[in-house]
């Protein structure tokens, strides 16, 4: 069973058009993250929920809005496609910060905005 | 704030010798833990190892192990008898005990035949 899952793993679509991409987890984690890993690979965190809650919110545009409907479950809805926003989108989870903080990727979620 | 740096963008071994990543991270925290994943072309980041601060010994899994020196704040991923299926990016992370991951930029490994 794949333990974090992300769909769709590939998405092409126009400017100015909205997008959803959707995460879970059956690993019982009570946080999950999204990270944007741009062209260079360079590996950004965008947000992190905790139980529902948001705890972490980086300099994103507002155009992307997250939403976790239960811990499992950590959604990422971007309106309004622009150029810049082509990426491959990773979610994650963690049990917290307590014996590890190890992270748990999905496989990735490559948006293509044409 | 926190930065993770990866001062090689990318490194070269031949199969089955030992190729040395280095990490270096600016902190203020005493405690904290530090990680090394690895992304193959699939795509798909895995643990590779991990360290807690707050441990003086190396840790160690298989054929990888760290070099970790806090004081320099230094933590270099050391692969020993390298194999084909090492080719990937590997990302150094750094997690403070109450904060986020901050990951650095990333090392391209190329294994030779």
């Known amino acids: 069973d794949t333990a974090v899952s992300q769909t769709p793993k590939y998405l092409v679509t126009q400017m100015g058009n909205d997008k959803s991409i959707k995460c879970e987890q059956n690993l019982g984690h009570d946080t999950m993250y999204w990270y944007k890993q741009d062209s260079k690979k360079f590996l950004k965190i965008m947000f992190s929920y905790n139980n529902k809650e948001l705890i972490i919110n980086e300099t994103v545009p507002n155009r992307f809005s997250p939403k976790s409907p239960d811990k499992a479950h950590l959604n990422l809805h971007i309106n309004s496609l622009e150029l810049g926003d082509s990426a491959v989108y990773f979610c994650?989870?963690?049990?917290?910060?307590?014996?590890?903080?190890?992270?748990?990727f999905g496989e990735g979620s490559r948006l293509t905005v044409l | 704030a926190q930065t993770v740096t990866q001062s090689q963008p990318e490194m070269s071994v031949q199969e089955a010798e030992t190729v040395t990543l280095s990490c270096t991270y600016d902190t203020s925290e005493s405690d904290y833990y530090l990680f090394w994943y690895k992304q193959p072309p699939s795509r798909q980041m895995i643990l590779v190892i991990r360290?807690?601060?707050?441990?003086?010994q190396n840790a160690t899994e298989n054929r990888f192990s760290v070099n970790f020196q806090k004081a320099a704040k230094s933590f270099s991923l050391k692969i020993s008898d390298s194999q084909l299926g090492d080719a990937a990016m590997y990302f150094c992370?750094?997690?403070?005990?109450?904060?986020?991951?901050?990951f650095g930029d990333g090392t391209t490994l190329t294994v030779k035949p």
């Open positions: 994650a989870s963690s049990q917290g910060r307590g014996r590890t903080g190890e992270l748990f």
């Open positions: 992370a750094y997690l403070p005990n109450a904060g986020k991951s901050t």
């Open positions: 360290q807690e601060a707050y441990k003086q």
